[in-house]
């Protein structure tokens, strides 16, 4: 089983900065990807973020310019950087690691963080 821990998440004005963080319980030897997706209520989840082993990212096109995935030197954790906030960047910030084994490739998830932009 993987741990995925989520924090950063809080309450901020619009304009405003967070940063999020999420730590696998896993050796990046075995992560294909990490990401950040995020689920505003009574709508679906959807990718903020994605960063994968090679180094590549993906961001989604509401967030360009204003949001970074990045990740430490042992690419086990992973951040989200979001600046210029929005009201409607309100929602809860879901980390999915995804793992590859001989069972082949397995999605993990965080608990979820929230995150609020209002003044």
């Known amino acids: 089983q993987v741990q995925v821990v989520e924090s950063g998440g809080g309450l901020v004005q619009p304009g405003g900065s967070l940063r999020l963080s999420c730590a696998a319980s896993?050796?990046?030897?075995?992560?294909?990807?990490m990401g950040w997706y995020r689920q505003a209520p009574g709508q679906q989840r959807e990718l903020v973020a994605s960063?994968?082993?090679?180094?590549?990212?993906n961001y989604a096109d509401s967030v360009k310019g204003r949001f970074t995935i990045s990740r430490d030197n042992a690419m086990s954790t992973v951040y989200l950087q979001m600046n210029s906030l929005k009201p409607e960047d309100t929602a809860v910030y879901y980390c999915n690691v995804q793992i590859v084994s001989l069972g082949g490739k397995t999605d993990y998830w965080g608990q979820g963080t929230q995150v609020t932009v209002s003044s």
């Open positions: 896993r050796s990046a030897f075995s992560i294909l990807a």
């Open positions: 960063i994968i082993r090679g180094g590549a990212t």
